[in-house]
């Protein structure tokens, strides 16, 4: 089983499974394409994607659907494309894909989801995206209540 060094979890095993691919990168990170998803039990439903790359960059983020039972995912057709899926319809979330919101934790401040644009991933092939909305209908700091710092972190 592969190990993966990290920052905030020291060294970690990993399987192929574990692994998404970014074909693009994430905004801002346009370089990182590989990251782990680390689930650990006593922190769920929080999970971390840890860069394969770069042991000091780390998301935590949650399932869309923890966040907002109701989510509606909206990926472009752009986005489809690259996650390799069919591109006439939007995707399901749990059978076809993981979506997942980014969290903003920082100290002194409510903790926040990203739900405006989601972690989207393919769950045949692994591909990945943040799939940006072209709508309004969510924010990128959606509140999370009862998600303390500590917990996260």
Do not use: W
């Not at 979890?9 to 074909?23: I, L």
């Not at 039990?41 to 039972?69: G, K, N, T, W, Y």
């Not at 990926?75 to 319809?89: F, N, Q, Y």
């Amino acid at each position: 089983m592969p190990l993966l060094a990290t920052k905030y979890f020291g060294t970690v095993p990993y399987q192929s499974t574990d692994v998404f691919h970014f074909p693009e990168g994430l905004p801002a990170f346009d370089q990182e394409n590989s990251f782990v998803l680390i689930d650990m039990p006593a922190r769920r439903p929080l999970v971390f994607l840890q860069s394969a790359a770069r042991a000091d960059l780390c998301f935590i983020a949650l399932p869309v659907l923890v966040i907002d039972p109701e989510y509606e995912l909206s990926v472009s057709i752009e986005d489809l494309s690259s996650l390799k899926m069919e591109l006439g319809r939007q995707p399901r979330i749990g059978s076809e894909v993981l979506a997942l919101a980014l969290l903003s934790i920082q100290e002194g401040l409510p903790a926040t989801a990203n739900l405006l644009a989601p972690i989207a991933v393919n769950l045949g092939n692994r591909m990945a995206v943040q799939a940006i909305r072209c709508d309004f209908r969510y924010s990128h700091r959606h509140a999370v209540p009862g998600l303390a710092r500590e917990e996260a972190c």
